[in-house]
């Protein structure tokens, strides 16, 4: 691991990008499929700034109030930006976060579906969304069991809400690979095309698994 302290965030970026897209390659992917979401939680508008001169347009928050803080003046700033929000979402945020966000990575249970669906008729909105897979089945950790992510799916489509693919975040005390097999394999047994997965410690893992999204944020800004 290089050390993110010795780089500026854009070159860590780019290093980043640079090691996401050899890992694809070895493993026969075309990098252009694995997309870098620069995970901006802790760090301020001026931290932010460097990475988006340099052009990068794709971020992460996990957030909601967080995220408005910072990111309306940014877009504003800054267009084609596409903000992702990958953390826990309460159901009377539902409104804010469609406002706010262009996806969302933790749909994990009906009451959350429902207030996105609703929400995103109201607001007249798409956007990516990603069920949240506890694929450790942590009992502290969010997201949805493996084994009831089938009908958690069906469910959303009822809702009318179209889901782009499935996300974790594996145990810290295990290996992340058995991890991202595994949810790489739930989303194709389920016919999802998008995993987000991987984060600072094993995104090139994560792209040789087949993650199409990575959330990376202290290996490019720095530890929080
Ligand atoms: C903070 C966060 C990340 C990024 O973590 P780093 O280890 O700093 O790269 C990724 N995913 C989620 C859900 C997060 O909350």
Known sequence: ??????????????????????????TGRDPASVHLIAVTKTF????????????????????VQEAKSKWPELRTLYPGLTL??????????????VELFDAIHTI????????????LARQGKRLQLFIQV?????????????????????????????????????????????HFAFLAKLAGDLGL??????MSSDFETAAQFGATYVRVGSAIFGSR
Not at 12 to 23: F, G, Y
Not at 44 to 63: Q, T
Not at 111 to 119: G, H, L, R, V, Y
Request: with cysteine.
């Open 1 to 26: 691991m290089t050390n993110p302290a010795l780089h500026s965030p854009p070159a860590a970026l780019a290093e980043i990008e640079t090691r996401i897209a050899a890992a694809a390659r070895e």
């Open 44 to 63: 301020g508008a001026e931290d932010i700034r460097p990475v988006l001169e340099a052009g990068h347009r794709l971020f992460g928050e996990n957030r």
């Open 84 to 97: 992702h929000l990958i953390g826990p979402l309460q159901s009377n945020k539902a409104r804010e976060a």
């Open 108 to 119: 994990d249970r009906p009451k959350i579906a429902k207030a996105i669906a609703d929400e």
């Open 134 to 178: 506890n694929t450790g089945e942590e009992p502290q950790k969010a997201g949805i069991a493996p084994k009831d992510t089938a009908d958690f799916l069906a469910h959303c489509r009822t809702l009318g809400l179209e889901i782009a693919g499935l996300m974790c975040i594996p145990p810290v005390e295990e290996d992340p690979a058995v």
């Open 193 to 198: 095309s998008e995993l987000s997965m991987g």
